[in-house]
C-alpha cells in the first residue's frame, strides 16, 4: 500500500535528523514528492566542516527508509548571504569550520630551536 507525502515527509525528516543533525543549521531548499517511487527529491543547503557551504541532492525512499546521496555543489559567498536569511529546516548553532589542511590554517609562529 503506497505511503502519503506525509508520512514520507515525516519518515524523511527523522532520517535526515539522525544521519545529517550534526552539521544543524540545515536549509531545505528544493523538494519534489514522487508518489509512483514513494520518494522525495530534495537539497539541502548547509555548511560542511570539509568543504563549506555546499547544496547537496538528495533522494529520500520512502519504501526501503533509505537515504541516498545524489550530488553536491559548492555555494558563491552571494547564495550562502541569501541562505542565512532564510529560516533553517534543522535548526542549530552556526560555527565556523577551519579546514583541516595547510593553506587554511592560520600563519602563526614560527618555531625557533636553539
Known amino acids: 500500500m503506497?505511503?502519503?507525502q506525509e508520512q514520507i515527509t515525516a519518515q524523511r525528516d527523522a532520517k535526515v535528523r539522525e544521519t545529517l543533525g550534526e552539521l544543524a543549521p540545515?536549509?531545505?531548499v528544493y523538494e519534489e514528492f514522487r508518489p509512483r517511487e514513494d520518494a522525495i527529491i530534495f537539497n539541502l543547503v548547509y555548511n560542511d566542516p570539509s568543504y563549506g557551504w555546499m547544496n547537496r541532492r538528495f533522494k529520500y525512499d520512502g519504501f526501503n527508509n533509505v537515504l541516498y546521496h545524489?550530488?553536491?555543489r559548492l555555494?558563491?559567498?552571494v547564495e550562502q548571504l541569501e541562505i542565512l536569511e532564510q529560516t533553517p529546516y534543522l535548526d542549530g548553532e552556526l560555527a565556523v569550520h577551519v579546514k583541516n589542511a595547510p593553506q587554511h590554517r592560520a600563519s602563526g609562529t614560527t618555531l625557533v630551536q636553539r
Do not use: A, D, K, R
Open 75 to 77: 555555494l558563491s559567498e
Open 26 to 28: 540545515i536549509w531545505l
Open 70 to 72: 545524489m550530488g553536491w
Open 2 to 4: 503506497p505511503s502519503t
